[in-house]
């Protein structure tokens, strides 16, 4: 018999009628059939690996799939506290080798913990993984506990952007705060021959041809993908190929002020205020005053874009994803007249503003999914200017920003504000530019209900500086006694006992560099030269 179904009042779909929730709170985005997934990296240091790592999390995060980034150099920087120089990453440095073993390892028990407990369904394992033995171990890990394998290989051979890297990171990393630039990119250059002396890449001709992979070549210039296993897999294949890491700026911001904007109203499809038209010619100013080269202006379909980018005097392009969220049977009332003539509505909406999806419209997840080609656009492009509207303006600054599920719908968007972004290091730079045009105030804060208790809408990428802040977390390595005791976690994982300091080695001693695992953390992405 077919079973009866309940529609949920707040997405609008279609449930059987057993009090099942709405939708699981693990994900924001299509929820995955598959086996969770461990993205392997592998490279030699100051290949980007890092930046690779990051962003990447970023752009699965914002579309729904809960993806978490374990930087083992983090780990190693919390069980060694102090690092003398390139010697600590000699192949035949046995104690140092323990170490690095016990680092992967204790990284690896909190990836199973993610994905089996913690409702994760993509694990990032960024480290160098340049040995056959370690890949090794690793697929033996993911096998043991049911887990799909994705490699990603970043390779670089191009001596001027290494050391261009190189140089980079020596002037910022903490790692050499107390030696000069002589003496930091000697032990730098000496600590990438130690990894070289081991690395062996990934083959997929002959000895790797049955793994899942992707080798990213000369910062993009070319790829080889080898059986890529699933959808997700595919997605992140796509994603890798149109981002680039050249020189560039993103502005954002809305329309004009419009006649609905005026009249409080939302949706529909007006034209400019007075002041909007103002705006729109204070844009046209900023705009020649950037002198930037090659600008390409996008807008949405609706005629207020469209006003503001006709001031600009310059080529545009329409795209019907960039226009504004689709309030379906609320489009072009004002939230007073939705709380009158639908208060379960409104009072829904503001229950779980990100989800919500107006009756025959969209929720923001909806807008998500609908912006995503805009985002895969934008990441192939230099200077863009779009043009949109608050919603649509929202989820594209979340995602550039690594913004949750539960920020999203309340970030701030003023009119006749630009927002210039900068993408650097492993996030963006965010300028706030106010064209001085007065203009009303169309954001509604949260309301009181919707702050309290625990939310679960909640994603998080725990690495990215500007992601939401973490709670505080407990520290993954007390000691490494501590963690043998608990590492038959990993079956035929298991290493050797090593003590956290070894009496008369020099090689763990304190000297004028930093914690040994930051470089990792702070360069690996500046394999790409500004």
Not at 115 to 141: K, S, W, Y
Not at 345 to 355: G, I, T, V
Request: charge should be positive.
């Amino acid at each position: 018999m077919p079973m009866e179904l309940t529609q949920s009042r707040i997405q609008k779909i279609w449930l059987p009628n057993d009090n099942r929730p709405a939708l699981p709170r693990r994900s924001c985005g299509p929820q995955l059939a598959n086996s969770p997934t461990v993205i392997v990296m592998v490279g030699l240091p100051a290949r980007g690996k890092t930046y690779i790592s990051k962003k990447l999390t970023r752009y699965l995060n914002w579309i729904g799939v809960p993806t978490k980034v374990f930087n083992v150099g983090e780990y190693r920087r919390e069980a060694v506290k102090h690092y003398s120089s390139y010697d600590f990453f000699r192949p035949d440095n046995e104690e140092a080798m323990k170490v690095r073993r016990q680092c992967a390892l204790a990284a690896l028990r909190d990836v199973k913990l993610y994905l089996t407990e913690e409702a994760g369904q993509i694990a990032v394992f960024d480290a160098t993984n340049t040995t056959r033995e370690r890949r090794g171990m690793i697929l033996n890990f993911a096998k043991e506990n049911g887990f799909k394998v994705f490699f990603i290989e970043s390779v670089c051979n191009d001596p001027t952007v290494v050391a261009t890297n190189v140089m980079e990171v020596k002037l910022s990393s903490p790692d050499y705060r107390d030696c000069n630039s002589t003496d930091a990119m000697e032990d730098f250059m000496k600590r990438i021959n130690c990894y070289q002396a081991s690395y062996q890449p990934l083959d997929p001709d002959d000895y790797d041809r049955e793994l899942s992979l992707i080798k990213v070549i000369d910062v993009g210039r070319r790829f080889l993908v080898n059986r890529v296993q699933d959808h997700i897999q595919s997605r992140i294949v796509y994603y890798l190929m149109n981002i680039h890491v050249q020189p560039r700026t993103i502005y954002l911001c809305r329309h004009g002020e419009s006649e609905f904007n005026l009249k409080g109203k939302i949706g529909g499809d007006s034209g400019l205020s007075n002041r909007g038209k103002k705006f729109a010619v204070a844009l046209n100013k900023f705009v020649e005053e950037q002198n930037l080269k090659d600008l390409k202006v996008w807008t949405s379909q609706l005629k207020r874009t469209i006003q503001t980018a006709e001031a600009l005097q310059l080529p545009y392009e329409q795209w019907k994803a960039l226009n504004e969220i689709d309030a379906g049977v609320c489009e072009e009332m004002t939230y007073e007249d939705i709380r009158e003539q639908h208060p379960e509505e409104f009072a829904l909406r503001d229950q779980d503003k990100y989800y919500y999806r107006y009756p025959s419209g969209e929720s923001y997840q909806d807008l998500v999914q609908r912006l995503e080609p805009v985002i895969m656009e934008l990441e192939r492009q230099e200077n863009v200017l779009v043009i949109c509207h608050q919603a649509v303006m929202r989820c594209l600054l979340a995602y550039f920003l690594d913004k949750s599920a539960d920020e999203m719908p309340y970030l701030k968007c003023p009119l006749h504000t630009v927002l210039k972004l900068t993408p650097v290091a492993y996030g963006c730079r965010v300028e706030s530019i106010s064209l001085n045009i007065e203009a009303v105030n169309t954001h509604r804060e949260r309301p009181e209900e919707a702050k309290k208790g625990p939310n679960p809408l909640m994603r998080r990428n725990s690495v990215t500086p500007l992601a939401s802040p973490e709670p505080t977390k407990k520290p993954r390595i007390n000691s490494f006694e501590e963690h043998v005791a608990v590492s038959s976690a990993l079956p035929g994982c298991v290493p050797q006992e090593v003590p956290t300091q070894m009496p008369g080695q020099p090689l763990l001693g304190k000297a004028c560099l930093r914690p040994v695992c930051h470089f990792l953390k702070v360069f690996s992405l500046l394999i790409f030269p500004r």
